[in-house]
C-alpha cells in the first residue's frame, strides 16, 4: 500500500477498503496528461517564485524523465499505488528527496484529476472529430459516384419514390456533419482550466492561474473553484454526442443488414469485412454491422450512468465522481473503434447498382409521378390518387411494374394517359425532376456535393495551438 496522506491516521487501511478505493488501475490511462499537468503546475509555481528556479527545472526534468521511461516501458506503472498522481510523486521524491515534495505545493488531487480528465477527453474529443471527417470523406466519395444509381426510398420500411444512391448517403453525411459540429462545439465549451482550484477553495499561494491555463492551451481558467473541481458536465455532454454517434452508426448498420441480405442483396460486403459461419459453409455474415447496432447500448448505459451518478452529488468534490472514468474510456474507446471499423467497412462494400434499379422499378415508387402525370392534364388530385390506385392493384395482379403496361392497357384506366406517361414515370424523370435543394435530382445533388466539399475543406481543428510541444520541450 502506498498512500500520500498517513499522517493522521494511527492503522493501516484495510486490505479490501484500499483495493476498493484505489483507482491506479484504470487513472494510468491518462499518466501523460497528470504529468503534463504537473510541469504546468511547476512552471508556473517557479515564474511566482514559489520554488526557486533550480528546483523548478530539477523538478520539471525528472518528471520529463519519468514521461520517457514509461513511455519507451523501462518504467513501470507500479499498482501498489492508490493512483495515478501518487505513483508520479512517489518516484519524483524516490528521485529528488525532499525537492520532490515540493511538487504538490498549491493543489489537491480534486483539481488535479479534474485536469488530468479534461486534458485526456479534450484530445479524445479531436481524435473523434477526426475519425468522423474520414467517414464523411468516404460517404461523400460514394455520393459522386453514384448520383444516378436509382433505389427505392422507403418510408415504413416499404418502397416510397425512387431516390439515388448519392441521395441516401447524403443523409448520413448531415448525421455525421451534425456529429463534429457537437464536437467542435463540446470542445469549446469544456475548453476552462480546472488547475488551481485546490480542494475546492483555491489556495492561498499566489498561483497564476491564467498562466497554466495558457500552458496547456485552455481559453481560460475555470471561474469558480468550487465548480472547476465538480463540474463533469463536459463528460456528459460527450457521452450524450458519443451515444447520438453510436445511434446514427446503429441506423446506418441496420440498413447494411437490411441492403446485405439474400432478399435485397443491395449491397455485398467485402470478404475482409464479413464472416463466415462454423456450421452453415454458404454463410456471408454482417458481423461488423451487427457488433456496431449492438455496441450502441453501452455507450447509452455510459451517459446514462454518469447522469445517475451525478444527480446527487453536493458541492463540492466527493468520491463518486472517481466514477466517471472508466466508463467513459470505455465509451470512447468503443466509438472510435466502431467508428474506424464502419469507415473501413464501407469504403470498401460493392453497391449492385443494377438490384437497387430493379428493385425501385419493382416497387411502384413512381406511382405519386403517375398521380402528378394525370393532376398535370387536368385530374383533381383526390381522382388521380384513386385512378393509381386502381392501376397498381391491375398491375399487382398481372406482377407487372405500371412501366411494362401498354399504353391500351392504361387507357383502359384512365384516358387521360398518352404516350409520353412511359417517358413521364420513368425512373429518370422522377428522380431528375426533383430538383428543389436536398433533393435527389442530379443537379441539386450536385450542388449539395459541392457544399459538402467546401465544409470538408476547411476545418475547425487546424485552429487550434499545439501547446504540448511547448510545454515538452
Ligand atoms: N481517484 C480520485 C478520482 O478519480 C482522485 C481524486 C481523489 N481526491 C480525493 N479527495 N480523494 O476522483
Not at 448520413?172 to 451534425?178: G, S
Not at 456528459?236 to 454517434?245: R, Y
Not at 391500351?408 to 428522380?431: G, H, N, R, Y
Request: hydrophobic share 40%; net charge negative; charged share 25%.
Amino acid at each position: 500500500m502506498a498512500q500520500l496522506w498517513g499522517g493522521r491516521f494511527t492503522k493501516e487501511t484495510d486490505q479490501l477498503v484500499y483495493n476498493f478505493n484505489a483507482s491506479i488501475s484504470f487513472d494510468q490511462k491518462f499518466y501523460k496528461q497528470d504529468m503534463e499537468g504537473s510541469i504546468a503546475h511547476v512552471k508556473m509555481l517557479g515564474k511566482q517564485g514559489i520554488l526557486s528556479e533550480e528546483e523548478t527545472q530539477e523538478i520539471v526534468k525528472s518528471i520529463k524523465d519519468i514521461l520517457q521511461e514509461v513511455e519507451k516501458g523501462t518504467l513501470e506503472i507500479s499498482q501498489k499505488y492508490e493512483d495515478i498522481h501518487s505513483f508520479v510523486e512517489a518516484t519524483l521524491i524516490d528521485r529528488l528527496g525532499d525537492t520532490g515534495k515540493k511538487l504538490h505545493t498549491g493543489r489537491s488531487r480534486n483539481d488535479q484529476v479534474a485536469l488530468d480528465m479534461r486534458l485526456y477527453t479534450r484530445q479524445e474529443v479531436l481524435e473523434t472529430d477526426e475519425l468522423l471527417k474520414e467517414l464523411l470523406n468516404v460517404i461523400l466519395t460514394i455520393m459522386e459516384n453514384n448520383l444516378d444509381t436509382y433505389m427505392p426510398g422507403f418510408t415504413h420500411l416499404q418502397k416510397a419514390q425512387p431516390v439515388t444512391l448519392a441521395h441516401h448517403m447524403g443523409a448520413y453525411f448531415e448525421m455525421f456533419k451534425r456529429d463534429r459540429q457537437r464536437m467542435e462545439d463540446i470542445y469549446h465549451r469544456m475548453n476552462y482550466c480546472p488547475l488551481g482550484c485546490g480542494a475546492l477553495a483555491g489556495t492561498t499561494y499566489p498561483l497564476d492561474r491564467y498562466d497554466t491555463a495558457k500552458r496547456m492551451g485552455f481559453a481560460g481558467p475555470a471561474l469558480n473553484s468550487m465548480d472547476g473541481v465538480s463540474d463533469r458536465d463536459y463528460l456528459i455532454e460527450f457521452l450524450s454526442a458519443l451515444s447520438i454517434i453510436m445511434m446514427h452508426l446503429s441506423r446506418f448498420s441496420e440498413e447494411v443488414i437490411i441492403w446485405n441480405s439474400n432478399e435485397y442483396q443491395f449491397v455485398e460486403i467485402d470478404d475482409a469485412y464479413s464472416t463466415g459461419s462454423s456450421i452453415m459453409p454458404q454463410k456471408k455474415n454482417p458481423d461488423i454491422a451487427e457488433l456496431v447496432r449492438g455496441k450502441t447500448g453501452r455507450v447509452y448505459g455510459a451517459l446514462i450512468s454518469l447522469l445517475t451518478t451525478m444527480k446527487g452529488i453536493p458541492l463540492a468534490y466527493n468520491k463518486d465522481m472517481q466514477e466517471d472514468k472508466e466508463l467513459t474510456f470505455d465509451a470512447i474507446d468503443t466509438v472510435k473503434g466502431c467508428l474506424a471499423l464502419f469507415t473501413g467497412m464501407l469504403s470498401t462494400m460493392k453497391f449492385k447498382k443494377e438490384r437497387m434499379e430493379a428493385s425501385a422499378k419493382h416497387g411502384f415508387t413512381n406511382a405519386t409521378d403517375a398521380a402528378d402525370y394525370l393532376v398535370n392534364h387536368g385530374v383533381p388530385f383526390r381522382d388521380a390518387h384513386g385512378i393509381v390506385g386502381r392501376l397498381v392493384l391491375f398491375c399487382i395482379e398481372k406482377k407487372a411494374a405500371i412501366d411494362d403496361l401498354s399504353l391500351e392497357e392504361l387507357q383502359k384506366i384512365s384516358p387521360v394517359f398518352e404516350a409520353d406517361i412511359f417517358e413521364a414515370v420513368s425512373m429518370k424523370t422522377c428522380v431528375e425532376k426533383r430538383l428543389t435543394i436536398g433533393a435527389p435530382g442530379q443537379e441539386a445533388m450536385k450542388k449539395v456535393i459541392e457544399l459538402e466539399k467546401e465544409y470538408l475543406g476547411q476545418d475547425w481543428k487546424t485552429k487550434l495551438q499545439d501547446w504540448e510541444q511547448e510545454l515538452l520541450k
